[in-house]
């Protein structure tokens, strides 16, 4: 790419801008990460992701991306052999049971749709057929980042329990966390998986996993080998202040400092409202321009990203590249699935109002040079919408 003067703007649905405050955390000296400061640093970064996962129980914080985290999930709790359910409905959630099944685990994908969350009502059908409780887990994703379709997770809870079902439930939050409401215990969820690269406003590198005492239990007598993943050795190792490995101290940094921003100065109703409120907007945007929002259930709109359908016989790639070129900013792609049906706008992260006018330009820019049919219009809907709203 030529040079191209100002900001980037990373629109993907992950990973995010990082805002200055936290590139200067990142930046503080790396300090000994057996030394004294690094107790009260891993304090508050535990205490705090337990504030925002909504958990009392326990938190795993690992170097590592968030497929590590997944890995973490079924390496700690499940036995070789056991059987895992997942929806067919997205990339990621496809891609999360593969792991699974890697692991030697038998992993079944209950029909999808991949323009809708997961289906409760399928889910407690087919573990009503379970009666000899085989089914060890289930894989369900918050927000499936590749169709920007979020699964109501209090309704999957309460499908397993209407369905009298001791099987974990697994949520993946990688794109949702800190941008939309997600609650550990009162959902009663086992394990959350999460990422620092979209919501927590940090580089990747981080992940993370929200353990219940279920789930704890569950490791003890699971029989999957762990080592780097190993939650016994990291609580062990955290209870002291410290990691059973050396942790990426300076992305604890700046997760202390994301975690500021999320809970002390923003608070995070804040948080998912601003997020709610660009996901709106952005929607006015797509439909005023005579596009589609990819999502076919307005319930299960995401707040992280939007998918917008391409029409037919137009592939994504040729927009964004126009969109990457002319106005510096990277738009998120169609992945596996849906590869060249869709283009994804994200407005997560370290964002607001005169950020999203901005994207919402290069895309409306985009749609012309590209020479797509639509219609003018867009931006001026989210700013209409974004100025009535403040
Ligand atoms: N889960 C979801 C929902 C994701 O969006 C992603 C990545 O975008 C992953 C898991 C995998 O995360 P990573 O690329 O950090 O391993």
Known sequence: ????PGRHFLQLPGPTNVPDRILRALSIPTN????PDAVALTAECINGMKAVFKTTSEVAIFPGSATGAWEAAIVNTLSPGDKVLAFDNGQFAVQWSQVASRFGLEAELLPGDWHRGADADVLRARLRED?????????????????????????IRKAMDAAGHPALLMVDTVSSLATMDYRHDEWGVDVTVTGSQKGLMLPPGLSFNAISQKAIAASRTAKLPRNYWSWDDVRDWNRKGFFPYTPSTNLLFGLREALKMLLEDEGLDNVFARHARHAEATRRAVRAWGWQVWAANPAEYSCSATAVTMPDGFNDADLRGIVLRHFNMALGAGLGGVAGKLFRIGHLGSFNDLM???????????????????????????????????
């Open 131 to 155: 009666s000899g409780h085989d089914i060890r887990a289930v894989l369900v994703l918050h927000n499936e980042t590749s169709t920007c379709v979020t699964s109501n997770i209090a309704s």
């Open 1 to 4: 790419m030529p040079f191209q």
């Open 32 to 35: 000994d990460h057996r030394g």
């Open 356 to 390: 999203l006018c901005g994207t919402l330009c290069g895309v409306e820019m985009g749609l012309e040079l590209a020479g797509l049919p639509h219609q003018k219009g867009g931006v001026a809907a989210a700013l209409e919408y974004l100025s009535a709203a403040v």
